[in-house]
Nanobody, 124 residues
């Protein structure tokens, strides 16, 4: 089992920045990738970004490329999402997820563990 705890959400004005953190515990040695997803009211959960836990390769959705940066600290078993130039359309609950499988995927149901979510609200 892997447990994930997110922090760092909040309210920010458009153009501002936030940094989300996700601390993993439990069987972290089995993690292949960590990712961030988000879900806005009335919408499906969508993939935002992910990082290969071992080699550090990073991937981004087109909607956040150039504005968001995912990073990891293996010693702390923590993944971060630095969000800059935030837009009102970035408003959502952001979820951290962990995947055990080695094949990269952006499909939420194929990720194995989830955090509780943290609200990010961007005002215009």
């Amino acid at each position: 089992q892997v447990q994930l705890v997110e922090s760092g959400g909040g309210l920010v004005q458009a153009g501002g920045s936030l940094r989300l953190s996700c601390a993993a515990s439990g069987r972290t040695s089995s993690i292949s990738a960590m990712g961030w997803f988000r879900q806005a009211p009335g919408k499906e959960r969508e993939w935002v970004s992910s990082i290969n836990w071992r080699i550090g390769s990073t991937y981004y959705a087109d909607s956040v490329k150039g504005r968001f940066t995912i990073s990891r600290d293996n010693a702390k078993n923590t993944v971060y999402l630095q969000m800059n130039s935030l837009k009102p359309e970035d408003t959502a609950v952001y979820y951290c997820a962990a995947r055990l499988g080695v094949v990269r995927t952006v499909i939420p149901r194929l990720w194995d563990y989830w955090g509780q979510g943290t609200q990010v609200t961007v005002s215009s």
